[in-house]
């Protein structure tokens, strides 16, 4: 009977180990985006959205491990209170190193396929590993360092597994989780957005500057514009996505001041000077400006627009073209906006910012009470 006994006990045993063995049960994830947003969205087929891809993807955009010296982490430099910016004109990396480039906001990348000012990385997946091997940003020796890091935590392993499968954490892995919660980032609830689903009413002043945003000036045919849609479309207020066709010159330099741009990725002279158009949601809260965060303020953003465009063999056309005065052979290019047509296009300005998105739980940082 004692034989018998025990050999129950070890069965009953056995049945509560593999009650423990953990299981791979993904939830797949479900984006819901509103109608007016353009179609385009993409989701690799190899890194399809659940539930704990983007829970695993959020620890991690708020991990320091992520760095060398584990000081910062991604959202050191993309602070949601900031329209995920960092209200510096150079991000600050480890040991105070400094890129030469303002940090660019983070929202409704689904629709964005070249990524950074200059386009060079057409994925968030590929895009990720510049940020955190950079020696004056994260500094990383190479993305393993990181998965080392994790691989001998006690939190991280089953959080990998519960997403992805295997305990046994991958740079791929790693890559593919912060991309998940990132095209997460989903901005749909300014005044503009409202405005579009018929829940606001703009004011007067709004919708003055709306219509300017929106308008390329023909002064020849008494047509008022500030020319900002031509390169800051729809609902958006970004870029073109279709080739390269989101890249423009906007006059910052001329030819002997100015940087490579697109050109240091495609070689070619004619995209030199040339940065991606970003969205302008939340414009407001992004300050400073331009891919060198050259202008602090909206105004001076306006003003050189307005009056100090600089000429050069690249200089887009879209702004050459565009004037509320007859344009003259060998003159400035100007807008001749008025001091009340700024005031307007700013009032639109501020109808881009998307107070909800930046006080989302679901974007905070999950190690904080």
């Not at 302008?280 to 300050?287: E, G, M, P, Q, S």
Request: proline share 6%; charged share 25%.
């Amino acid at each position: 009977m004692p034989l018998l006994m025990l050999g129950l006990y070890a069965a009953c045993n056995e049945e509560k180990d593999i009650d423990k063995e953990p299981v791979y049960d993904p939830t797949p994830y479900t984006l819901s985006l509103p109608w007016y947003f353009p179609d385009g969205a993409t989701v690799p087929s190899d890194n399809s959205f659940t539930e704990e891809g983007i829970a695993l993807g959020r620890m991690l955009f708020y991990e320091k491990q992520l760095s060398a010296d584990k000081s910062i982490s991604c959202a050191s430099c993309h602070q949601q209170e900031k329209a995920f910016t960092d209200g510096r004109q150079f991000p600050l990396g480890i040991n105070g190193g400094q890129v030469n480039k303002n940090t660019m906001s983070l929202h409704n990348l689904l629709w964005v396929n070249r990524l950074n000012w200059d386009g060079r990385d057409t994925s968030l997946e590929a895009q990720a590993v510049g940020p955190l091997t950079n020696p004056l940003e994260m500094g990383l020796e190479d993305v393993n360092e990181a998965v080392l890091r994790l691989q001998a935590t006690e939190i991280y392993p089953p959080q990998f597994f519960a997403a992805f499968g295997s305990d046994s954490i991958t740079a791929e892995n790693l890559l593919k989780a912060l991309a998940q919660f990132e095209r997460t980032l989903i901005s749909n609830q300014s005044k503009l957005d409202k405005y579009w689903r018929d829940e606001y009413e703009p004011t007067d002043l709004e919708r003055k500057g709306m219509d300017l945003f929106y308008t390329h000036p023909e002064a020849s045919q008494g047509i008022k514009g500030g020319n900002c849609g031509d390169c800051h479309l729809g609902p958006f207020t970004g870029g073109a996505t279709d080739a390269f066709n989101g890249f423009h010159n906007n006059g910052l330099d001329q030819d002997n001041d100015m940087e490579e741009g697109l050109a240091a990725h495609t070689g070619n002279d004619f995209d030199k000077g040339k940065f991606r158009a970003p969205s302008l949601r939340n414009i407001a809260l992004t300050a400073p400006y331009m891919h060198d965060g050259r202008f602090n303020t909206l105004e001076e953003v306006l003003a050189h627009y307005d009056e100090h465009i600089q000429m050069s063999a690249t200089l887009d056309p879209l702004i050459q073209e565009a004037s509320n005065a007859p344009i003259q052979s060998g003159e400035p290019i100007r807008l001749h906006l008025l001091p009340e047509e700024k005031e307007a296009i700013l009032a639109f300005l501020h109808m881009l910012t998307d107070s909800t998105f930046i006080e989302d739980e679901r974007f905070s940082n999950p190690f904080t009470p």
